[in-house]
């Protein structure tokens, strides 16, 4: 791969006047020495995935090991039909898709990871709420795929996407900065304000810690999709109004990692810090697990 940093990105986008989606699949045909035409099947198989993972999680109820997860997404529709989101239809899709494609992982159906399984319903979320509603192109929906993509991408080279090395900073919070890259590719933004979303989303959440009740991918990970899917479209509006980030894009990339680093070891997917050992947590571990 030549784009190695966000700096590298813009300036290739820039210099060849092309989109970041374009030179996305342009640098995947290449590593995968295929043509640009497979890499946009390979992304539309990955479109058709993410929007069938929503479906199945839209009606199940089946409950996950813990007996704690699996029917929010019920709840939260039955709410809306009630009395409708404060924020609207898309806001209402972006959080039922999220919870939707999250609890569907829990249950171990097919969803894809983006980054990772427990961050797996932020990405699809948003795309395609927002594409749904606004009646964009399956085509558009594909480069703004491609464009998170690419964002993840360039993360990687820096910070491995895992909570056990990271914290949920490098899932949840990278699947955020990925969302809202995608929204910004959407909607039109340009690559200036597609690499400044992502930023914008990537620095406020800095700090994440992964705690998963029991070690299960559960309590708190499945409420935090739709969370921070709504964040990335908060990062996205303020990118498209211009509003940028005081810190360098691949700073914030540098900082993610020290802050990884620096994170203590009890609060990286261990369960052995945070919210997995409060008291309810360890009541819940010595009923699944027969700990005295």
């Known amino acids: 791969m030549t784009i190695l940093s966000f700096e590298d990105l813009l300036n ?11 030179i996305a699949q ?53 709410r809306y039909q009630n009395m409708g989101a404060l924020f609207g239809k898309i806001f209402e899709k972006i959080t039922t898709y999220a919870l939707a494609t999250a609890e569907e992982n829990l249950r171990m159906g097919r969803i894809v990871a983006c980054p990772t399984a427990g961050s797996c319903g932020i990405v ?23 464009t998170a993509g690419i964002v993840g991408l360039i993360i990687s080279y820096k910070v491995r996407l895992a909570g056990a090395v990271a914290g949920c900073q490098a899932e949840c919070g990278v699947a955020s900065a990925m969302s809202a890259a995608a929204l ?17 989303a990537l620095k406020n959440i800095l700090g ?30 303020l990118a498209l109004s211009g509003i940028e980030s005081k810190i360098l894009p691949d700073e914030v990339v540098d900082t993610l990692k020290i802050t990884g680093q620096l994170m203590s070891p009890l609060l990286k997917e261990t369960s052995q810090g ?13 009923k699944l697990f027969n700990k005295d």
């Open 12 to 22: 290739e986008s820039k210099k060849r006047n092309l989109a970041i989606y374009e």
């Open 26 to 78: 342009e640098e995947e045909s290449k590593l995968k020495e295929t043509p640009v035409s497979a890499i946009r099947t390979d992304a539309k198989f990955t479109l058709e995935a993410m929007k069938l993972a929503i479906k199945n999680g839209l009606t199940s109820t089946e409950k996950s090991v813990s007996n704690w997860c699996g029917d929010d997404t019920v709840r939260l529709t039955k």
């Open 124 to 146: 699809p979320s948003v795309l395609i709420a927002v594409a749904e509603e606004k009646n964009i192109s399956e085509e558009k929906q594909i480069d703004a795929l491609l």
């Open 184 to 200: 910004t590719e959407l909607l039109g933004g340009s690559a200036h304000e597609i690499i400044q979303a992502a930023t914008l």
């Open 208 to 237: 994440l810690t992964c705690d998963p009740v029991c070690g299960l991918v559960e309590v708190p990970c499945i409420k935090r999709n739709p969370f921070l899917a709504i964040h990335a479209v908060t990062a996205s509006e």
């Open 274 to 286: 945070g919210l997995a050992k409060t008291k309810t947590a360890l009541e819940l571990e010595k």
